[in-house]
């Protein structure tokens, strides 16, 4: 029992003997928290000209000290820094799920959203790591922070590497899913983490990241609006059953078709799993790959379970059903026919030009009857490259 109890006071920082704390090499930190990759990122040639690794780290913190998250560094195999967040930057690409301004509390956990930058012919590495500066304190017998004492065995800041996860395969060239003038990429990847590279989830006893690369595309009108006339009538959106297309080659594998619309502009109505993406299709496009698309018009889709569909097809209408408060289409490549449990692709498009970038909170606007405010960010053709978020483009 003795040696038990000294264990868990290692764990703890509470107390460690002088001769335990020699027993680790240099290169074994007593690091307090855990990191870990929910999957092995994706590169991906984004619309501003960059590759882009996007990708999550799971820090836990299993013992009953107080840390606080300082600097999270992804470096590469030498140990050299490819992208660094820290202080306000950090925190806005983090979630905590417990505690504040940085710090977990014992028990608590964060995810840190990555985006890591790269110009387009550099060479990438083969593995990424987590380099984290923190700041640990004791908890004290009223719960709350206290300073490690002064003849503490560890220090207070530290510093440690972990969570290193190889680069995994690069991004699925597809054809953009639908044609016209206005399309915004609501949503979209991946320096901001939006409704979809946010949406972390456990599905049996697994996190997933099924809406990394994810976008929601609604449309601008003629007059450069979301919608014209009442915000809740269906017919006020231009966009509203505009023709949606397969992005790829494949076979039908899941399919609902029976979710009525809901009412712009007001919260989502009798949402359970099974119809969260309203009416929907996946289609198994091959090597592992699999395409979703969302939120269509009920009876608008014109395929069954086990068709195979070309490239180009109409398979559907764009709608406003399941967990929908607009009409959109929303799509996404995954690893599985589940939309949920599965893990988010990259993918590029083949061919789109870019108008230029919604103005930072525009989006939220456009949702109140504003009109468009757009920045001239990224625009021009572009050719095999992902959209990135709230980016307005063209299809043709």
């Known amino acids: 029992m003795r040696f038990q109890s000294l264990l868990v006071a290692i764990a703890g920082l509470l107390a460690v003997t002088a001769a335990m704390a020699q027993s680790l090499k240099p290169d074994e930190i007593l690091s307090s928290v855990t990191v870990?990759?929910?999957?092995?990122?994706?590169?991906?040639?984004?619309?501003?000209?960059?590759?882009?690794?996007a990708y999550e780290l799971v820090i836990n913190n299993p013992g009953n000290v107080f840390v606080r998250l300082d600097k999270v560094e992804a470096i590469d195999e030498a140990g050299k820094s490819l992208s660094s967040l820290q202080g306000e930057g950090l925190a806005k690409m983090m979630h905590l799920y417990s505690g504040r301004d940085r710090q977990?509390?014992?028990?608590?956990?964060a995810i840190v959203f990555m985006d890591v930058g790269f110009a387009e012919n550099d060479s990438l590495p083969q593995h990424v790591s987590a380099r984290i500066e923190a700041f640990r304190e004791n908890a004290g017998l009223d719960g709350k922070p206290t300073p490690l004492p002064a003849d503490a065995p560890v220090s207070a800041s530290y510093s440690f590497i972990g969570g290193?996860?190889?680069i995994g395969k690069p991004a699925v060239v597809v054809e953009p899913p639908l044609r016209g003038t206005g399309w915004v990429a609501a949503d979209g990847c991946c320096d901001t983490v939006t409704a979809h590279r946010g949406a972390v989830?456990?599905?049996?006893?697994?996190?997933?990241?099924?809406?990394r690369f994810a976008?929601?595309?609604?449309?601008?009108?003629?007059?450069s609006r979301l919608f014209t006339g009442n915000a809740q009538d269906l017919a006020s959106y231009s966009f509203y059953g505009a023709e949606v297309h397969a992005a790829a080659d494949g076979v039908v594998v899941n399919l609902y078709d029976q979710a009525d619309e809901q009412i712009p502009s007001q919260p989502a109505r009798g949402i359970v799993p099974a119809n969260i993406g309203g009416n929907m299709l996946v289609t198994d496009i091959g090597n592992g790959a699999f395409a979703f698309y969302a939120h269509l018009q009920r009876g608008s889709l014109r395929v069954k379970l086990g068709d195979r569909v070309k490239a180009g097809q109409v398979i559907g209408l764009v709608g406003n059903t399941g967990n929908s408060t607009a009409p959109h289409l929303h799509f996404q490549l995954m690893d599985g026919p589940s939309p949920l449990n599965a893990d988010s692709l990259p993918f590029v498009l083949t061919r789109f030009s870019g108008q230029g970038v919604l103005a930072a909170g525009n989006e939220e606007e456009l949702e109140q009857g504003a009109l468009a405010r757009i920045e001239p960010r990224w625009r021009g053709d572009h050719v095999n490259q992902l959209p990135l978020n709230d980016q307005v483009v063209d299809f043709h």
């Open 164 to 166: 290193t996860t190889a």
């Open 215 to 223: 976008i929601d595309w609604i449309r601008l009108d003629a007059g």
């Open 36 to 53: 870990q990759p929910i999957s092995e990122p994706n590169p991906v040639l984004g619309a501003d000209g960059r590759v882009h690794l």
């Open 104 to 109: 977990l509390p014992p028990g608590g956990t």
């Open 201 to 211: 989830m456990a599905v049996n006893g697994r996190l997933r990241v099924p809406e």
